[in-house]
């Protein structure tokens, strides 16, 4: 009886691994799912040019894209370089993103900001990672943005939707975000991840929300873990 029992463990335990879905073959289904529901992968925050993007993706911290997009139209067309700012001066570009959150502490990231680009990078939004990373209110995530959407580098910026769709797809173990970034540019080709950033935030919006799919119920979640039966809790961004 033990024989038989020990027998049927070991088989059970052989079936399991057989039926765990591995990391390629993950990558393989996330990628071909993306690519069909977005084969296209519009850059969500309208801007004008560079500059105008950096700020955007600034504003944007804790808040939707569409409320920031609500707000610029009306800036843009009239304010979209960093001389337009500084003369504007803190006060006044309060008023402009008044509907923001945290509207004057961004003012005042985007004012220091202007100014410094004026000062150190004659007007121009540098090309580099650890240039941009050094401007007021600009962190890696914003900074990652930029190289990739403003100037087609391959960047992977993590935003709260990554990070919480890396770990119910078992891409990361969701310590911080700096760990799902260096765990998705190891799985993902270097040459996909410009694209694939918007199609995972385009797909956590629509399909793999937060508080709708907890890992069970969108097409990625159901195939990669069809054994899945308890909604997955993820660690915060």
Known sequence: MAFKQKIWTLFNERFIKFFIMNDKDKVK?????LNKIYPKTP???????TFTL????????QCTDLNVNKVTKYIYPKYYKPEHFVKLGRKRIEKLIKRIGI??????????MSKQLLEK?????????EELERL???GHKTASVVMSQGFGYPAFAVDTHIHRLAQRWGLTNGKNVVQTEKDLKRLFPKKTWSKLHLQIIYYGREYCKARDCYGLTCKICSTCYPNRKKPLITKKA
């Not at 850059?43 to 040019?49: G, S, T």
């Not at 950096?54 to 911290?61: F, G, I, K, N």
């Not at 509207?103 to 220091?112: E, N």
């Not at 990078?121 to 990672?129: E, I, Q, S």
């Open 103 to 112: 509207f004057r502490v961004k003012a005042k990231s985007i004012y220091l």
């Open 54 to 61: 950096l700020t955007s993706v600034l504003l944007s911290a």
């Open 43 to 49: 850059i969500p925050l309208k801007h004008k040019n």
């Open 29 to 33: 289904i996330i990628l071909k799912t």
């Open 121 to 129: 990078h004659r007007g121009k939004v540098p090309k580099k990672f």
């Open 136 to 138: 007021p209110g600009v």
